[in-house]
């Protein structure tokens, strides 16, 4: 078992920048690949970011490439994701989720490829 709970979410104006975190708990972190997940009123979950378990490799959806960065501190068993140039439509409830990364020959990026799931953390950007 692995316990996720995301932090960091908050208010913030178009343009800011956010850094979420998600701190685990359980098995050895370390071996696990993480996603950032988000999902807006009315809109399926959607994929954001993942990471290996290395770091080595890491996938960002179109939408935030560029703006967003996934990193992990092992040591730390943390998982962050840095939100740079923030818009209206980033705003959603961020998720983060886990599965075991050997499972697996590319990143995952789809949301029933993870089996560990945090509680979620709301991000809202105003315009």
């Known amino acids: 078992q692995v316990q996720l709970a995301e932090s960091g979410g908050g208010l913030v104006q178009a343009g800011d920048s956010l850094r979420l975190s998600c701190d685990a708990s359980?098995?050895?972190?370390?071996?696990?690949?993480v996603g950032w997940f988000r999902q807006a009123p009315g809109k399926e979950r959607e994929f954001v970011a993942a990471?290996?378990?290395?770091?080595?490799?890491?996938y960002y959806a179109d939408s935030v490439k560029g703006r967003f960065t996934i990193s992990r501190d092992n040591a730390k068993n943390t998982v962050y994701l840095q939100m740079n140039s923030l818009k209206p439509e980033d705003t959603a409830v961020y998720y983060c989720?886990?599965?075991?990364?050997?499972?697996?020959?590319?990143?995952?990026?789809?949301?029933?490829?993870?089996?560990?799931w945090g509680q979620g953390t709301q991000v809202t950007v105003s315009s």
């Open positions: 359980g098995r050895t972190f370390s071996r696990y690949v």
């Open positions: 990471i290996r378990w290395s770091g080595g490799t890491t």
């Open positions: 989720a886990a599965d075991f990364d050997p499972y697996y020959s590319t990143v995952p990026k789809l949301r029933g490829e993870y089996e560990y």
